[in-house]
């Protein structure tokens, strides 16, 4: 059995020698440094990607879906969405009248690709869309400044538009939009209200819309020959399962859907955007993991060379020290403890550097370049214990051979080694 002694024995004569061989200690970890620095880099795009992604799925709203002609995940192929029936603006009020276990429902138009001017200020591909007042009751309604459209201005078909952050953003960087006049394809609207933040670095769409009353909407950009869709609100995520049955079972009554029958809508929720994640972290752990596999090999090579190097050179000390007694693990012991301080001495230049890389992105980079608003400054605790135990075993695995091959030596041999 391995007793305490010896373990404090062959850390002490592992830090030692690499106290001694600075400079090849430092080369040797140089693989580790860079194999751990893609493991937390990875790690630290991706915890910033979830949590932005999360973060916006909230402030659309995880319990709200929408009935839709389109599918937002793009899982049935174009001509097929293409040849759907529009769903009406009848089929959505009587849709909105039946529907009994849901929070609210109001109905949506869109005119996509429209026209902001703002005296010379033009802003050309946003999404205008028409909805009832009570749609500000739901978190994509959500306000930041001033206020949502009324009763009274959805009754009075009034010219009043909220903005969508990244249209207010653009129309207006001195942030004096309220109260301002501005025309949407020729239209005059007064600017009453500008709506949360929602999006991301990539969902940035989500904020490029303006909203009016649905009357206004249909008086502007006509009611023939057009689609609606129906926001829902189930209330809770724990109602969301109920309403959505619901929601396709009267859907399916109105559009006349015979049993067994596809349905010709679609039901639309945030969560439609998971699978566009899951590309991006697919991507981004494909190319880290490549990388960081290639660096943990160059590492792992590099430390056993230099482990190699160490024994030859201490040769003799290893034969006169199992000459007088040292056991094969006392030798052992030292090699292995001594790749896996070289493989951690990686690790916490990586922990720094990267720390660094974070803290900079985050704080000054981040004021050039918007794009990267959802990393952190700083890099996520649990990343660092992973990585230092990944280099604990890269540095086992890494001393192993070396160890095994000094702890066999035959001391008379190794006396004479010169």
């Given at each position: 059995?391995?007793?305490?002694?010896?373990?404090?024995?062959?850390?002490?004569?592992?830090?030692?020698?690499?106290k001694v061989n600075r400079m090849r200690s430092f080369l040797a970890s140089l693989g580790v440094v860079i194999g751990i620095s893609f493991v937390l880099?990875?790690?630290w795009v991706l915890s910033g990607l979830d949590k932005a992604m999360s973060d916006s799925f909230k402030?659309?709203?995880?319990?709200?879906?929408?009935?839709?002609?389109?599918?937002?995940?793009?899982?049935k192929s174009w001509n097929e969405v293409r040849n759907r029936p529009n769903i009406t603006l009848q089929q959505a009020n009587k849709l909105i009248e039946s529907l009994q276990s849901v929070e609210l429902a109001v109905p949506v138009a869109r005119r996509w690709q429209a026209e902001i001017k703002y005296g010379p200020n033009k802003y050309q591909g946003?999404?205008?869309?028409?909805?009832?007042?009570q749609f500000g009751y739901t978190p994509g309604g959500s306000i930041e400044f001033g206020r949502f459209f009324s009763e009274n201005e959805d009754q009075y078909s009034?010219?009043?538009?909220?903005?969508?952050?990244?249209?207010?953003?653009?129309m207006f960087p001195k942030g004096d939009a309220i109260g301002k006049t501005i025309k949407i394809e020729g239209h005059n609207f007064l600017v009453i209200g500008v709506l949360k933040k929602q999006g991301t670095t990539f969902f940035d769409f989500i904020d490029n819309i303006v909203y009016m009353p649905l009357s206004t909407f249909l008086k502007t950009f006509g009611k023939f020959r057009r689609t609606f869709s129906i926001a829902v609100k189930a209330g809770s995520e724990e109602n969301l399962d109920n309403a959505r049955a619901e929601v396709e079972g009267k859907m399916r009554i109105i559009r006349n859907l015979q049993p067994g029958e596809e349905n010709d809508f679609s039901i639309n929720e945030s969560k439609?955007?998971?699978?566009?994640?899951?590309?991006?972290?697919?991507?981004?752990?494909?190319v880290g993991i490549g990388m960081t596999l290639l660096s943990f090999v160059v590492g792992i090579i590099g430390i056993i060379n230099v482990m190699f190097v160490s024994i030859f050179e201490r040769t003799r000390e290893i034969g006169i020290r199992k000459a007088l007694g040292a056991k094969k693990r006392t030798i052992l012991l030292q090699i292995v403890f001594e790749a896996m301080l070289l493989s951690l001495l990686g690790a916490i230049i990586s922990f720094f550097f990267t720390s660094f890389i974070a803290y900079i992105t985050g704080t000054i980079i981040i004021e050039y370049v918007p794009q990267v608003e959802f990393l952190s400054p700083f890099m996520p605790y649990d990343l660092l214990i992973i990585a230092s135990?990944?280099?604990?075993?890269?540095?086992i695995f890494a001393g192993l051979v070396p160890a095994i091959r000094a702890s066999n030596f035959d001391p008379v041999i190794a006396l004479r080694y010169e």
């Open positions: 059995m391995i007793k305490i002694f010896e373990i404090r024995e062959a850390f002490k004569q592992a830090l030692d020698s690499i880099l990875m790690g402030m659309m709203g995880v319990d709200v879906m929408y009935v839709d002609k389109h599918d937002w995940s793009g899982g946003i999404t205008a869309q028409g909805t009832y007042y009034s010219n009043v538009v909220c903005l969508g952050w990244k249209v207010y953003e653009t439609a955007f998971e699978d566009q994640v899951k590309i991006i972290r697919t991507v981004v752990w494909s135990i990944i280099s604990i075993f890269v540095g």
